[in-house]
C-alpha cells in the first residue's frame, strides 16, 4: 500500500519510472495535507481561554478534518489502483471482432471509473475549503498561515485531480458523460480558485496590519 510507506519512500516510489504513483496519488495525497492541517490549527484553537467562544466550532471541524483525511489517503492507493485496471483493459485481446468489441467496451467503462475517481477526489477536497477559512478567520491566529497553506495545498489537490478528471474525459466517446463531467469540473475550478484567493487576500491585510 502506498500510503504506508514512509516519506521517503513514497517519494522514491514516485520518482522512479513506473507511472504510478502520479499526479492523481499526489493530488490525493495534497488533499490529506489539506485536511491535516486545519484539523491541526483547530486542535490549536481548542482548550484556549481566548477562542472559548468557538470551541464547539473547532472541535467539530476537528472530527469532520480527521474523517476526510483517512478518506484522501484511502484514494492515494485508489488512483493507482484504477490507472493499472485501465492499463490492463489495454492489453485485452483483440484477435476477433468480438474481441476487440469486449476490449473496447472494458476499456471504455474502465476510462469512465478513471475519471470519476479523481472527480470524487476534487469534490471531497472542495468540501474542507470553506472549513479551512473558517478555521483561518476564527482559529488561533498563531498558526493563520498554516490554515493558508492548508488552502494552498487544498487548491493544488483540486486542480490536479480535475486534470487528471479531463485528461480521461479525452478517451471516452460517451458525450452526455463527457458534458456532465466537464461542466462539473470548470465549476469545481472556478469555485477552488475563487476560495483560495478571497484567503489568501486577507491574509495579507491581517499580517500587514497587525
Not at 513514497?10 to 492523481?24: Q, R
Amino acid at each position: 500500500m502506498l500510503a504506508d510507506l514512509t516519506i521517503k519512500g513514497f517519494l522514491a516510489e514516485t520518482s522512479g519510472n513506473a507511472p504510478v504513483p502520479g499526479g492523481g496519488s499526489i493530488s490525493a495525497l495534497s488533499g490529506a495535507i489539506a485536511s491535516a492541517l486545519t484539523e491541526m490549527v483547530s486542535n490549536l484553537t481548542i482548550g484556549k481561554k481566548k477562542y472559548s467562544e468557538v470551541e464547539s466550532e473547532m472541535k467539530d471541524i476537528a472530527t469532520r478534518m480527521a474523517v476526510v483525511r483517512d478518506k484522501l489517503i484511502e484514494n492515494i492507493d485508489r488512483d493507482s489502483e484504477i490507472y493499472n485496471r485501465v492499463f490492463e483493459a489495454f492489453k485485452l485481446p483483440k484477435r476477433t471482432e468480438e474481441e476487440k468489441a469486449k476490449r473496447s467496451d472494458v476499456i471504455q467503462e474502465t476510462t469512465k471509473e478513471a475519471a470519476m475517481v479523481p472527480m470524487s477526489v476534487a469534490e471531497e477536497i472542495i468540501s474542507i475549503m470553506p472549513s479551512i477559512s473558517e478555521v483561518a478567520h476564527k482559529g488561533n491566529q498563531n498558526a493563520v498561515t498554516d490554515a493558508c497553506v492548508a488552502m494552498m495545498a487544498a487548491r493544488t489537490g483540486v486542480l490536479g485531480a480535475l486534470l487528471n478528471v479531463r485528461i480521461n474525459l479525452s478517451s471516452i466517446k460517451d458525450s452526455t458523460f463527457v458534458e456532465r463531467m466537464t461542466t462539473e469540473a470548470d465549476t469545481l475550478e472556478r469555485r477552488t480558485i475563487a476560495m483560495e484567493k478571497e484567503l489568501l487576500d486577507w491574509v495579507k491585510t491581517v499580517l500587514l496590519y497587525e
